[in-house]
């Protein structure tokens, strides 16, 4: 029994030493991987592509609220072959235009919730616990796809413990 709880509590302490911290350059590359999983986030997105400036990609930047010393980190989508594919997952690279592209910032506690599903999007914006910047109708409109592009949150291995640096 003792070998089973160090086992065990051996276990827990690696897992939480490999996370990443939510909302930093290494969680949003693992948010990135599990876009490309996701098939409502590779299928269900061409009209929401068709939004790019020309210039073939569109930009998703989000922060914790509470790490006011934290910045955005950055996901980045394109259409590949048929696909809204992520292409990359890490720090701001690109200054964003808010015609296309989105900025969002909630508190660590409503990220939690969006990616749990015990807070909708679509509710958290409306009662600006989500403070969203960029094309809100174009997001309502993909409101399966965004809901599904919040729940990742909940799917990645993230820390809160400290503030991204």
């Known amino acids: ?5 160090l086992l065990i509590t051996g276990a827990l302490f690696s897992a939480n030493i490999h996370a990443a911290t939510l909302m ?5 590359e693992e948010m990135c991987d599990l876009w490309n999983e ?5 299928t269900e997105l061409d009209s929401f ?24 980190v ?12 992520c292409t990359y997952g890490g720090e ?10 989105y900025a969002m910032t909630a508190k660590t506690s409503n990220w939690l919730k969006l990616g749990s ?5 679509a509710v958290a914006m409306m009662t600006f616990r989500l ?11 993909n409101m399966g796809p965004f809901t599904a592009f919040m729940r990742l949150i909940g799917e990645t291995d993230y820390t809160t413990e400290s503030c991204p640096e």
Do not use: H, I
């Open 1 to 5: 029994m003792k070998t089973m709880l």
């Open 24 to 28: 930093s350059a290494e969680w949003a």
């Open 38 to 42: 996701s098939e409502v986030l590779t």
């Open 49 to 72: 592509m068709e939004n790019d400036l020309g210039r073939g990609y569109k930009a998703m930047l989000l922060k914790r609220k509470d790490c006011p010393d934290s910045q955005f």
């Open 74 to 85: 950055q996901v980045t989508v394109e259409a590949v072959d048929g696909l809204t594919t």
């Open 92 to 101: 701001v690279t690109d200054e964003p235009d808010y015609e296309a592209d």
């Open 117 to 121: 599903g015990d807070l909708s999007p």
């Open 131 to 141: 403070k969203f910047k960029g094309p809100q109708g174009e997001a309502m409109a």
